[in-house]
């Protein structure tokens, strides 16, 4: 995980009041401590004899074996650096589970304010530019989050961008309206919300995997015939 990954996520966690779990604090603070030690290690200068007196004579001779082991305390301040980094990497990743769950009322909270006025045929209703801005945030978070394309449901790789924020009405609309109403679109943004929504029957829902793949499995393949 790239440390521009662990910014959007801690960002979003402050942005939207999820609490920092102790884990994720102490993981960080290793790091960012074994990265100090290592910088002042690197910053060490070589130390000499020179004007040497009865009374420095034993900080100036350990001064001079202190340096003569830098590079040795040098490569031990890197490995412990790189363990913490795979500490705080791992930190992370648990914690982008509990933003998975934390961020679903966010993000449902805005979509139904949204949708509430996409679905008034009054003409006169406009969009809040805020609940836009924070439907395309969250939208594009949880893109960061969900990993490789497919990933979540395995079984139906088509449908995993589709549903990680919107719930569809059936299978059939994965192959045709979705990729052709959404086409560049930039996912999140004002065009690609209403054209999502254009689409008989799919509504904005923040989904985390598991919940993806339940509902794909549930999905039938087509709309239900009118009577």
């Not at 939207?16 to 290592?38: C, M």
């Not at 290690?41 to 040497?52: D, H, N």
């Not at 996912?187 to 793949?213: C, D, F, H, Y």
């Amino acid at each position: 995980m790239s440390s521009m990954d662990r910014y959007f996520l801690a960002s979003a966690a402050e942005t939207y009041g999820v609490t920092i779990p102790d884990y994720l604090a102490e993981a960080k603070a290793l790091l960012d401590a074994a990265t100090k030690y290592r910088i002042e290690v690197e910053a060490l200068e070589q130390p000499t004899l020179a004007g040497i007196t009865p009374k420095t004579i034993g900080v100036k001779v350990d001064a001079v074996l202190a340096f003569a082991q830098r590079d040795e305390r040098l490569r031990l301040a890197s490995q412990v650096e790189n363990t913490a980094d795979g500490l705080l990497t791992d930190a992370y990743a648990r914690f982008q589970q509990v933003l998975l769950v934390e961020l679903a009322k966010p993000f449902d909270d805005a979509a139904e304010a949204y949708m509430t006025v996409y679905d008034n045929p009054d003409p006169g209703v406009t969009q809040d530019p805020a609940i836009v801005l924070q439907l395309g945030e969250l939208v594009r978070l949880r893109d960061q989050m969900a990993g490789r394309v497919g990933d979540a449901t395995p079984t139906h790789s088509g449908a995993d961008l589709p549903t990680r924020c919107a719930v569809l009405p059936y299978k059939d609309v994965l192959a045709v309206k979705v990729p052709h109403r959404t086409h560049a679109l930039g996912r999140g943004e004002l065009p690609w919300l209403n054209a999502m929504l254009s689409i008989e029957g799919v509504r904005l829902k923040w989904q985390t995997p598991t919940q993806q793949a339940a509902q794909v499995d549930a999905m039938p393949v087509h709309y239900p015939a009118k009577v």
